[in-house]
């Protein structure tokens, strides 16, 4: 379950790739839900219940409970895991009777559901008069059915009230009760084997949420950013609290109270909610199952700078786990051998436990009370110190130490305590650094941009899963040439097919086939044709068909099975779905994606809980491609996430080199991402090279220069439609370099490219070659 502050997130993003993990001998399931002001608006009736997205979230579970031995997997054997809100929705399906049964073991990452004994974050009437109050903003009537406007108002304008962190609602169906009644009253979902655990320094990416200049922060700034705090977390005495959190701490130093006020964030948010409820629930469930906890120690430099994550002021940050899980550095060339090796151990103990709820790491569980155990996890050192049941708040600097003084009372407010006193040894696993932390302090690194990229604009569907090997499947919204080529001015009873090699081969294929009568007009066959033997063919169809199935078994197919198909159809109870089978280290894995399991949250089911499918999809669901991540805001904080299609930004058409002969626009050192990142939109084409796109005929049907016709016909699709890639198209800027260039004068001079571009960028090359005479002049070769 992806995390998010349940605001944002999908699990498209690349950081939630389950290929590594899947070659563990694993299915890996993951689901998108609604966030936000869509996911957990609370309305106090039935259609409107609040925490919709966790419905969401047990909608999906159910449909794997039915559908998953389709994909291979155990429906007996379940294990939810999730990171930040992610982890803090599995301890909300721990403690809600709706999803009981339904999974076998959970691992809790950073997240739970433990704020307050006392006070909720926010509760239902509050909940309530904030609903309302946005409907008030958006000019829906409390007199009216104001759940009802609220359905009507477009989702861009309610989205603006889905920017700040979300807080579900308890005392509902869902969490009728609080963790801390939950297990007093054994009111929860014991039956399962848990893992919990944090990193260190969990804090330290929310200090902007609270203090503005935290390069400049001082001690006014820290007691205020404390009681800003107490609107979450109710009734902490602020002076107790920095007196606790700044104890010997030089508080002139701007950075010293950063760190400081780290650790309280990191405390109150993340790593004493999650120590306590895996505490409690080990307390509750006593020796029926086993609970373990971890402490991640080791930050990847990598993933730092790609989740601007400055390791010397910052840590072990926030979501540092998530690559060491999914296997990330095993698939990103640019991580670490340190990272591969610490993935490997992690992916490993995740897996082990996902599987039999054991860690064959010599790990101690929670609750082990033996103090000569010390184990050794191959290489990694359990953290060798006591913790005093009550006092989970480390020391400023340190990681789960002793305390020398009892809690806070105004702290034991805050996080439910333990009244037994008896301390626990070796009951935190630590994951240690390698690394040494550099002695000077670095600038963060800036916060890096989204971009949208469109590449190779299909015309057929892809030819994966069931259409490999089989008959090309025109798109279900056709864009083949014959009925689109008029958009492009082009004339539909007039098309030429020509090739050169095996295109001229494909040419006299063309003209021979049945299938493609009345497709084309004329032909030109350059350099190939099917005239091998005019007794037998190169190759009979069992001979063919022998190579194939010999191919199949050098691939480990058996030719016993369906070796043509990359995956079997799954039926399902959405109906049938076709995936694509990827390769991961060496390893085949069945992916299926975008799998739909519910109706589509809008009209009267926004804000409702989810509806399975009326009944199942008759067309194939076509789960080799993504689809739309949940509703969610779009923010300078949140650009690594999503994109932003609405804006009208220049755009720069680049037109590669190569002597006009060779050469791609999908050549590496085009990438236009770093380009993109100056607001621009960046669009790049392909164009007919060689003979190919510039031999000369002397007619109408071969008129030579063809290339820079295709470059003219690309010029006039952008011109139409870059809009809906937030482009403007009257701020074209072309460019290139060398023959791109050279290209690039070619449209200056030409009168057909008149007024389809505003600006040029001429990089070594021009059409100036002799003033008196072109290179070359027509020649009739007959």
């Not at 009437?125 to 104001?146: F, G, H, P, V």
């Not at 609270?210 to 107490?230: A, C, E, R, S």
């Not at 994550?309 to 540092?320: F, K, R």
């Not at 020398?404 to 994951?431: A, M, R």
Request: glycine share 8%.
């Amino acid at each position: 379950i992806h995390g998010g502050a349940l605001v944002l997130g999908s699990i498209f993003q690349d950081i939630y790739d389950g290929s590594v993990l899947a070659t563990r001998d694993l299915v890996i399931v993951s689901t998108n839900y609604r966030l936000g002001q869509f996911g957990y608006l609370y309305g106090d009736r039935e259609d409107a219940p609040g925490n919709v997205g966790f419905y969401d979230q047990l909608l999906a579970l159910k449909w794997v409970k039915e559908n998953i031995h389709q994909f291979g997997g155990d429906s007996d054997q379940i294990t939810i895991f999730g990171e930040s809100a992610g982890s803090w929705s599995v301890s909300a399906h721990i403690l809600s009777p709706l999803s009981k049964g339904l999974f076998k073991r959970a691992i809790m990452q950073s997240g739970a559901h433990m704020y307050n004994k006392d006070n909720d974050v926010v509760s239902k009437a509050e909940a309530l008069s904030r609903a309302k109050q946005i409907a008030k903003q958006l000019n829906c009537s409390e007199t009216e059915d104001w759940l009802q406007c609220l359905r009507k108002v477009d989702a861009n304008e309610l989205s603006k009230y889905s920017r700040n962190p979300t807080y579900p609602v308890l005392g509902t169906e869902f969490l009728p009760i609080s963790a801390q009644k939950a297990f007093e009253t054994k009111k929860f979902n014991s039956d399962i084997d848990l893992m919990a655990g944090v990193n260190r320094d969990e804090g330290s990416m929310f200090i902007n949420i609270v203090i503005k200049d935290i390069n400049n922060m001082t001690l006014q700034n820290f007691t205020t950013g404390v009681k800003g705090l107490d609107a979450i977390y109710h009734g902490i005495d602020t002076q107790k609290v920095s007196d606790y959190y700044l104890k010997n701490v030089n508080t002139s130093k701007p950075l010293y109270l950063r760190f400081a006020f780290s650790d309280l964030m990191g405390d109150l948010a993340l790593k004493c909610p999650t120590y306590s409820f895996a505490k409690q629930f080990a307390i509750a469930v006593k020796d029926m199952h086993r609970v373990y906890f971890y402490e991640l120690f080791y930050a990847s430099k990598t993933f730092a700078k790609i989740f601007n994550c400055d390791i010397p002021t910052m840590g072990i940050c926030h979501a540092m786990d998530i690559p060491f899980v999914f296997g990330l550095p095993f698939i990103r060339p640019d991580y670490e051998p340190e990272d591969v090796y610490w993935s490997k151990h992690m992916m490993d103990m995740w897996t082990k436990f996902a599987k039999d709820g054991h860690e064959d790491q010599g790990w101690p569980q929670l609750l082990n009370h033996e103090l000569n155990v010390v184990p050794i996890v191959k290489g990694l050192d359990p953290l060798n110190i006591s913790l005093v049941e009550n006092d989970p708040f480390h020391d400023t600097f340190g990681s789960f130490s002793q305390a020398t003084s009892n809690l806070l009372t105004e702290l034991q407010k805050v996080i439910q305590t333990f009244s037994d006193g008896s301390k626990v040894n070796k009951e935190i696993h630590e994951i240690k650094e390698v690394y040494e932390k550099p002695k000077q302090i670095a600038k963060n690194p800036k916060t890096d941009t989204s971009i949208d990229q469109f590449l190779g604009i299909p015309y057929a569907e892809p030819p994966v899963g069931q259409l490999r090997f089989a008959k090309p499947q025109p798109l279900k919204k056709p864009l083949d040439v014959r009925e689109n080529i008029h958009q492009f001015g082009g004339d539909s009873d007039q098309i030429t097919i020509f090739g050169e090699s095996a295109g001229s081969w494909s040419v006299s294929a063309h003209i021979l086939s049945p299938l493609s009568k009345g497709l084309f007009k004329r032909a030109i066959m350059e350099s190939g044709a099917v005239m091998y033997n005019k007794d037998r063919p190169v190759l009979s169809a069992n001979e063919s068909l022998a190579m194939g199935q010999y191919m199949a078994t050098q691939q480990n197919c058996s030719t016993s099975e369906d070796w043509l198909n990359v995956c079997v159809d799954v039926n399902t109870t959405s109906g049938v779905v076709r995936g694509l089978t990827v390769n991961a280290l060496n390893t085949s894995v069945d992916q299926f994606l975008n799998i739909p399991y519910a109706e589509p949250p809008v009209g009267s089911l926004r804000f409702a809980k989810p509806v399975p499918l009326k009944e199942p999809i008759k067309e194939i669901i076509d789960g080799t491609e993504t689809g739309n991540s949940c509703y969610q805001p779009v923010s300078d904080i949140y650009k690594d996430f999503i994109g932003n299609l609405t804006l009208s930004e220049d755009l720069m058409f680049w037109i590669h080199g190569g002597a006009l002969a060779i050469g791609s626009s999908f050549q590496y050192q085009y990438n236009g991402s770093a380009l993109a990142a100056h607001d621009v939109v960046i669009v790049s084409t392909n164009y007919r090279l060689g003979q190919l796109g510039f031999l000369y005929g002397g007619r109408e049907d071969a008129p030579g220069n063809v290339g820079f016709y295709d470059q003219l016909l690309a010029l006039k699709w952008v011109r139409e439609n870059i809009h809906q890639f937030g482009g403007d198209s009257d701020q074209i800027t072309i460019f290139g370099e060398s023959a791109g260039s050279w290209s690039v004068s070619a449209h200056i001079l030409s009168p057909l490219s008149k007024g389809l571009f505003k600006r040029a960028i001429m990089e070594s090359g021009a059409v100036m070659y002799n003033k008196d005479r072109p290179v070359l002049i027509h020649l009739r070769i007959g």
